[in-house]
């Protein structure tokens, strides 16, 4: 009995022990690879570093092979242009069709300020409208004109927001949504463009219609793919240092119809311009208007400039070169011009009633001040009375 006893007694020391290794050597292991994934982290860092750093340069090198092809079609198109017969075609343009141009600049710009709109709702903010379409406007028009929408259009946007309470990564939060809605306009009127006008399209890009098709109902099957994923579930990108939360089925809807009236508008700016395009089909022409401005985009160019014209004067099929770039130049000054120099004039204004009121407001505390220092102290404002009177004097 002794020894049964003493046999389980040892037969428990050994599983002790063995047990005590054990977890001795799980702990050795997990120390191992602690310092394996402390080894590798630097060496991940500096593995996405270095890919982050090539597709900089690649995307780099591919907007100034654009940009150079761009300068390069431009310069040949544009040198083959008389002149007189230019200045004889912008004079040829009617009031109709400047009018019609002004309205659809409008029509456009107003849907830029539900860009905005839609990206406060998706952040949960509450702004006014009014300083909403403020922002959006003059944030739009600036980066427009001046390229860069990130830095420009992102610095407007956060000095009239900033006033409102927004913080900087708010701000950033709303450019980001904005933007997107942006390309989904982008991106929903040429894949509709390629799906329901294929035969137009194909005698400018010269692919068979087939084709055009094809490449449409991916585009926008890659939109409804993206409808059907963020409605499963809440989605989160990463941008830059945060988190950004992606707008459900509904809001993302919203976005998509927002940049389409956006781009289809701009898009009719430039066509009411155009002489005799009666016989050229609208959405053929909306979808190598946007497919021009994606390009300007990527080139970097402020504007597009450039490269958007080069675009647009490869691809429409319009017999006179002058009567083209003609209307390319007053679409600028409608659609680019004008509206940034009503941008400076608004920011200008609002800087101005800015400072008026914050000094109408210290006036006013002045004033209150002063009140409740005569109700305390009134030999103090009989004083003030009688040195106002013997200044007088």
């Given amino acids: 009995m002794d020894q049964g006893h003493d046999y389980l007694h040892g ?33 991940d860092h500096a593995l996405r570093a270095r890919l982050q750093t090539a597709g900089q340069i690649i995307f780099g090198l591919f907007s100034l092979l654009i940009a150079a092809i761009s300068i390069y ?68 028009a600036v980066s427009f004109t001046l390229g860069f929408p990130l830095i420009t259009g992102g610095t407007v946007r956060y000095w009239i927001y900033s006033q409102a309470g ?15 809605t942006l390309w989904f306009g982008m991106i929903f009127v040429i894949g509709a463009g390629l799906t329901f006008h294929a035969r137009e399209i194909s005698e400018i890009n010269y692919f068979w219609p087939f084709f055009n098709v094809v490449i449409g109902i991916a585009i926008l099957t890659a939109i409804l793919a993206y409808l059907v994923w963020v409605a499963i579930r809440r989605r989160q990108i990463r941008f830059k240092n945060f988190y950004l939360e992606l707008p459900g089925p509904t809001l ?65 099929p319009i017999g006179s070169g002058e009567a083209l770039l003609a209307s390319l130049v007053l679409f600028r000054v409608i659609y680019y011009l004008i509206p940034f120099l009503f941008a400076l004039a608004f920011l ?46």
């Fill in 11 to 43: 037969h428990r020391e050994e599983g002790r022990g063995e047990g005590l290794r054990g977890l001795a050597r799980r702990a050795v292991r997990v120390t191992l690879a602690s310092k394996l994934d402390a080894r590798r982290r630097p060496q």
């Fill in 73 to 140: 079609i431009l310069i040949k198109v544009v040198s083959a242009v008389s002149l007189g017969a230019l200045r004889q075609a912008i004079a040829a343009t009617g009031i109709d069709q400047i009018a019609l141009a002004a309205f659809f600049t409008i029509l456009s710009y107003l849907a830029l300020t539900g860009y905005d709109g839609l990206a406060l709702r998706q952040l949960q903010l509450r702004v006014p409208y009014k300083k909403t379409a403020l922002a959006s406007f003059t944030s739009y």
């Fill in 166 to 180: 927004l913080t900087a990564s708010k701000v950033a939060s709303l450019t980001v949504i904005a933007g997107v």
């Fill in 252 to 316: 993302t809807i919203g976005q998509i119809i927002l940049g389409v009236i956006d781009q289809s508008a701009a898009a009719a700016a430039l066509y009411v311009l155009l002489p005799n395009h009666a016989g050229f089909d609208y959405f053929a022409f909306a979808a190598i208007y946007v497919f021009a401005c994606i390009l300007g985009v990527v080139s970097n160019a402020p504007g597009g400039i450039g490269v958007f014209e080069a675009v647009m004067l490869k691809a429409v």
């Fill in 348 to 393: 200008g204004a609002h800087e101005g009633f800015r400072h008026w009121n914050s000094l109408r407001e210290a006036m006013r505390r002045s004033e209150e001040e002063t009140a409740l220092e005569d109700e305390i102290n009134p030999l103090r404002r009989f004083y003030r009375i009688i040195r106002g009177l013997a200044s007088r004097s």
